[in-house]
């Protein structure tokens, strides 16, 4: 009898050790998926900041023209006038790319300088192609 007591014992404190190890376990899958999406976040928000800098200093060397722009980032311009979008694709490694095979989109749309003549005003949009936004900012060229 006192044997089988023992060994009851024994099963109990082995179920409560495989607990514990189970939950440790648990929180650990836990945060290595948390710090996964963190990192591809920053990747993300790192490359779309290297994009965005790239479109504005194609912007400011093109001399606030739209379709200048658009060529010297490889993509495509929309204009209508003094006023214009260049559009640029990139894929899921941040390489430009065609609009079917695109996963982000850098927009870059230019207002008219009828209020400024010698300063041309582009709203620079860097975005998933699923509509979420991961940079925005105002960027200002100097006319040719």
Do not use: H
């Amino acid at each position: 009898m006192n044997n089988r007591s023992r060994s009851t014992l024994f099963l109990i404190e082995q179920l409560i050790v495989i607990a514990v190890f189970a939950l440790c376990a648990a929180a650990c899958v836990r945060i290595l998926a948390d710090s996964y999406f963190t990192a591809n976040n920053s990747r993300d928000l790192s490359n779309a900041l290297l994009v965005a800098e790239s479109g504005a200093e194609s912007f400011k060397a093109a001399g606030g023209d739209v379709g200048s722009t658009a060529s010297l980032m490889g993509g495509t311009a929309e204009k209508s006038g003094a006023t214009g979008t260049a559009i640029v694709y990139f894929d899921r490694q941040w390489q430009v790319c065609g609009e079917s095979a695109a996963f982000y989109k850098l927009s870059l749309a230019c207002t008219d300088p009828a209020e400024r003549p010698a300063l041309y005003e582009g709203e620079l949009l860097v975005e998933k192609i699923t509509g979420e936004e991961l940079i925005s900012l105002t960027v200002v060229a100097r006319g040719a």
